[in-house]
Each structure stands twice: as C-alpha cells, then as structure tokens.
C-alpha cells in the first residue's frame, strides 16, 4: 500500500474546493461509509463524490471520484491482493464487499439465485 495523503488534498482542493456540498448519503449495508456529493451549484449535476470510509485495523480510507466513478484520487491505494478490491487511481470505484452473513435477497429474487450469489461472495 502507498499513502498519497498529499495529493489526495491537492486534488480535493483544485476540483472540489470551490464546490458545493449537495448530498450525504450512508452506504445500506455499512454504516462505516458514507459518501458526499459535490457540484458547482445546487442546481448543478453531481460532478464528484467523495467517499469516506472508516474501517479498523487501517483500512480507512478516502477516495474522490468523478461522476462517472472513476477514482481520480484516494488516501490509499491498495492492491487486490492485500485487499478483497484494488483502490487505484484511475479504476472504478467500488464500494466494499458485502459479508455473506449481511446479504440480502431483493425483494423479486428466486431462493436458487440467492443462493447462487451467496455462494459466489464467498469464491472472492
């Protein structure tokens, strides 16, 4: 893992800096991430999010993302193979995996594919 604390903050500050805080919103299954929305008015689209996430044992983290999700900066960049998902400048983000005891059938889901997804949480 490298720690790019600083360009994290030059980054936030040259394209979020002069933005507005437009939305907040708590991740449904971890209440440990939340993420912010930023545009350039309220009435503006969202153009970037910043996405906090307060995890123990030092995989906390912070990662600003474009509209699209692309991570164009993060407090730690991690590889997939210390980390069930790589957080590297330039990927898509992703939030964290779900643990399977938290996983939850939609509403509209077959048992057998619930199972299936289960089952695949638990291949990764």
């Known amino acids: 893992e490298r720690d ?8 936030m500050r040259a394209t979020i800096g002069q933005m507005v805080l437009v939305a907040v919103a708590v991740h449904p299954t971890f209440d440990r991430v ?3 929305d930023f545009a350039v008015s309220p009435q503006s689209p969202i153009s970037h999010s910043l996405y906090l996430e307060l995890f123990s044992g030092g995989k906390s983290n912070l990662i600003l993302t474009d509209a699209s ?12 193979t210390k980390n069930a998902r790589a957080i590297r400048t330039g990927d898509l983000y992703s939030g ?11 509403a509209d889901e ?5 199972a299936g997804r289960i089952r695949e949480t638990g291949e990764r």
């Open 4 to 11: 790019l604390g600083f360009g994290l903050a030059a980054t």
């Open 34 to 36: 939340a993420r912010l």
């Open 69 to 80: 999700l692309e991570i164009k900066a993060c407090g730690r960049q991690t590889s997939p």
């Open 96 to 106: 964290p995996p779900v643990p399977k005891d938290q996983l939850l059938p939609a």
């Open 110 to 114: 077959a048992a057998a594919d619930f």
